[in-house]
């Protein structure tokens, strides 16, 4: 009979361990197996396999499927053309990046045979029975881009939707106990599951995916996905639930009835963890006594910025204001908030930047871990960011402003240089509280490792241009080099 692989691709040969099961291959192999076909996934991010090993795993395997995204694509791409190498075996590509690129890779490489644009349940059964049936992909398959026998390459201009998602097949979590490695923000011990109750946002942010994805919101039942949990209760019994849709909250009655009906089944109070906007917490504040009460634990939420001329040209239809005041409603009903924040785009001035620092300061999220700083908006294929700034704005040329990117790359340069080593004493530190192991460092030089970039940034962002000169004075007046050696051996870190 033959054989599938599913590969999650890793962003390379050296990408650290991944803490979330991949729901996209997951939901294909699940569709593939109910289809009567043998599938099975590697996620190479969570075992992180070096190229040869994944070239050789596919030596058994009669049809090689690959999700990427933007960030990991260069090396999907090198990693189909070591298997093309190899043997001749059919390769197909899907994700986002793949959607929304997916003439210009199948014009400019030959390693990939076909191109899903868009969701793939349904199109991956078709391909994969169309290919072992005729030993090509011979026939048109709606939202399919793809290269005939003859080299003529057939562009859909169609993204494929599922437009029933209770009707799908629940992922395939086979290897879900090897994601539970490491839970140092899992403090409750749980099995840590990934459950997508809706697919789709209907706002449309300049720098956001999603919504070039699937603009329109489309939602599974209340009962579905109760269903879905409580097979997962039966099975794993302490899960900590986390909704990963782009947002959750939309419809605030339906995700009440979801957590009625979960911990009804369950018989029991499931924790969980969701995500949602700033201005749908205002809106839906009522709400969170009973998820606090029902097992909420954490909201997400996605303020992105604390500058109100930053938020306007990331099209958020929100302001700083509503994003301080979301941040308060939510810890106001005793739930941990999770921060999604983007520090740097194109058009950012220094100005923006000292704004987001009182901001961080007045919502308290200074010292946020992992650090909010560092991030910058990437031109994601079909979004407005890439309409917008197109390729005027390479890696080289990012930056309108000369200062602005001084500042960013050193702290760039902190990031490389030190930020790996201070995640993992944070790390060790919280695991040896959690069971007891290890010595403990102090509160005092935990705050400290915690706060370090924060410190540096707000000295980059004052009032003096000599960036460089302040960079060295923070490092070296903090003494961080015999600092960070100094705990690592109290915590005995090789």
Known sequence: MNKILLINSPL????????????????????????????????GDLDCLPLNEIVRLTSNYDLIGISSTTSNFPYAAKMAQAIKTERDIPIILGGYHATFEHEEILKGMDCFDAIVRGEGETVIVELCKDYFKNNSFSQPINGVSYRQLNGKILISSNINLENNLDKLSLPVRDNLLKYQKDYYLNQDKKIYVTVLSSRGCPYGCSFCATTCFRRVWLARSPESVADEVYLLYKEYKDILVAFIDDNFFIDPIRSKEIILRINEKCEKKIFFKFGTR????????????????????????????????????????????????????????????????????????????????????????????????????????????????????????????????????????????????????????????????????SKREYIWLRTMPYILFDELVAESSDYLHRYNLVVSENKLEEHLSFLEKKLQIN
């Open 278 to 441: 700033a201005d749908q917490i205002i809106k839906g504040a009522e709400y969170l006594d009973f998820f606090k009460e029902n097992g909420c634990r954490s909201i997400e939420l996605g303020i992105e910025n604390g500058s109100d001329s930053v938020l306007e040209r990331y099209y958020k239809n929100t302001t700083a204001l509503v994003n301080e005041l979301a941040i308060k409603t939510v810890r106001s009903h005793g739930i941990q908030v999770a921060i999604d924040y983007i520090m740097f785009d194109p058009k950012t001035t220094v100005n923006e930047l000292r704004e987001n620092i009182l901001f961080i300061k007045n919502t308290d999220i200074w010292g946020e871990y992992l650090p909010l700083i560092y991030n910058r908006v990437e031109p994601f294929p079909g979004t407005k960011f890439k309409t917008i700034y197109g390729e005027a704005h390479s890696n080289d040329n990012y930056f309108t402003s000369a200062n602005v990117k001084q500042i960013y790359d050193l702290i760039t340069k902190f990031k490389d240089t030190y930020q790996i080593r201070i995640n993992k004493l944070i790390d060790d530190f919280i695991i040896s509280i959690n069971d007891g192991s290890g010595i403990r460092i």
């Open 12 to 43: 390379g040969d050296t990408r650290e361990y991944r803490k979330l099961l991949p729901l996209g291959i997951s939901y294909l192999a699940s569709a593939l197996k109910d289809a009567g076909l043998v599938c099975d996934t590697v996620d």
